[in-house]
């Protein structure tokens, strides 16, 4: 059975993106007959990220970690994460026949909104990180074709999935609010630009469900939206349910489960047109793409739930998974017999 080894700096008890579709990939592979490790911060102490709490990293030494890298006895190393432990691992990787990473966080433009550091500089770091490796594996060919003209090398498509079992329309709604609803999922954080919706002049309410640095700031200045905090699970995705449009400000994501969620549970998208809510979309008419964020959220009362539900049909985690191991066998250069 061939053995992979998923190195990431994102892991349990983190909500997000990356937590969640490094948990599906493992769940899928199992099936697919491959044995998965991972190292992630969970082995080693870890400190808060300064100003994000909720991110912990990991106090790992170079030593411990080729130790572990060479310990598990991986055929395949795949690094998700551009922190502490995929650093570590890079370099202990190159010595082990090599590694695949994946794209997920759009880390120069985060960085850029935090701190006074140009993106230029910090692509640099990018290129130096992921071109090293057999293989860059990213979530849609937008994305592809951006890194691409930024000098970024092997790129290979590996998109996401949703589970429509758990996400669906019929949950009934766990509080009363005045309609429409106009709904974000996400972290509370300014690389998000939740601001920019929490903002909006729209009728009816607005439900807003995440957590993060910016959460407090914005109940205390919004008093007027229905904050949940973070919510996982059933409750999730009843409170997805009572959704009537997805408002989904960000302007740097690379895909957005939350896109994929919102659609299962039958609620349109109202996006700006950039990758991720464009390539999830496509011409599918689930949602409206727009420079005027308002518009999009007002044009998307107008698309039927059922629209919404069926696009997300198109996406499973099982195809994933495949799509994740097609990737890696090309950037290893070798067959699935082999």
Partial sequence: MPKLLIVTDAWRPQING????????????????????????????????????????????????????????????????????????????????????????????????????PESWLYVFMRWFHNAGRGCLVATESLRDELASKGFHNLHIWSRGVDTELFRPDYPAPFDLPKPVFLHVGRMAVEKNVETFLAMDLPGSKLVVGGGPQLEDFKMRYPEVTFTGARSGT???????????????????????????ALASGVPIAAYPVTGPRDILGQSGAGALDQDLRKAALACLDVPSEKARARAMDFSWEACARQFMDATYESYGVSRSS
């Fill in 18 to 117: 990356v937590v969640r579709s490094i948990e599906n990939l493992v769940r899928e592979l199992g099936p697919l007959g491959i044995d998965v490790d991972i190292l992630s911060p969970a082995e080693f102490r870890t400190v808060p990220l300064p100003g994000y709490s909720e991110i912990r990293l990991a106090l790992a030494t170079p030593w411990r970690v080729a130790r572990r890298v060479a310990e598990s006895r991986a055929d395949f190393i795949h690094i998700a994460t551009e922190g502490p432990l995929g650093l570590l691992a890079r370099r202990a990787a190159l010595k082990h026949g090599g590694f695949t990473t994946s794209y997920h966080t759009r880390f120069p433009e985060y960085v850029s909104a935090r701190y006074p550091v």
């Fill in 235 to 261: 409750e999730l995705a009843a409170l997805y349910a009572m959704g009537d449009v997805f408002v989904f400000p960000s302007l740097t994501d690379t895909f957005g489960l939350v896109l994929l969620e």
